[in-house]
């Protein structure tokens, strides 16, 4: 397959990973902050990134060791593609925020790559080359962050592969995220996960997600709101946030549907109506602020959607 010359540029969205029931299963996207990735042809046979800049903190130029890096160069094996690719990246997702930094970026690479095609692929054939860049920033290769981000809406990974379920969001919802002034780095918050849980949380766990599903499809708020919890993980990875529990009661005691984690943390995400989100923001953000933490309040629609094509790299 060629590369045809010229460029593209790609925005490609935070999310939040697990949305408390499907621990690397489930996610959905945010429509800010996001990462923003150039892509251009090059002329030799490599993938290299030019420039980081941004919210980028100590991120590797190494495209073998950047999620975006790596993605490319997964893309251009898998393809054939004769030709490098020059790239340029803008983090607009902070490190170790658990709002999918390293997913966007790899997300954002291969879809404007995808651009450049002569033959573009179908944008769900994109998803493993996505994910080979997660893995090498994290170890792992969840497709949580990976899917919405690159699909958008909510999204459900089968265990046998495909193109992830979209689940219907009832209406009227909103997601308020709320991102703390620390980082969590994810590759060593995976290590430190017991793998030995018990049978009775993995099945109370199970049924939890199944409700959840059905509360979806169905619009049953009151399900939901029932079935949004964390019985496997949240209990393990809270306990490094400062004042995890005091801004998730804040949230639940002023109408919050759901309340937990956002992928490792350690920012912390909740689902509620439209006419109560200002006030859960409000109320997670002091609750923080109680622990000695600032933090950045996004509200948005959980339906968002996922990457897209820019006009020019003028962000950049």
Known sequence: MDLNRGGAVAYAPAAVGNVAVGFDLLGHAIEAPGDIVSVRH????????????????ELPLLAEENSAG????????????VGGFSVRIKKGIPLGSGMGGSGASAVAAVYAANDLLDEP???????PFALAGEAAATGAAPIDNVAPQLLGGLRLAHPD?????????PQDLQCVLVHPDCKIETRRSRAGLNQ???????TRQSALLAAFVSACHQGDIDLLSRSLRDVLIEPQRSVDIPGFADVQRAAMENSALGCSLSGSGPSVFAWCRRSDAKTVA???????????LASSV???????????????????
């Open 282 to 292: 409000a109320v997670m953000r002091a609750a923080f602020e109680r622990s000695g």
């Open 196 to 202: 030995n849980i018990p049978l009775a949380l993995v």
């Open 42 to 57: 090059a002329d030799h046979d490599q993938v290299v990134i030019d420039e980081i800049t941004g919210v980028a903190g």
């Open 121 to 127: 692929l179908a944008v769900a054939d994109l998803l």
């Open 161 to 169: 592969g495909g193109t992830p379920i979209a689940l219907p969001v």
């Open 70 to 81: 790596a993605a490319l160069i997964a893309m251009r094996e898998g393809l054939g593609l």
């Open 298 to 316: 996004y509200i948005s629609a959980i339906d968002a959607p996922g990457v897209r094509l820019l006009e020019n790299d003028n962000n950049l």
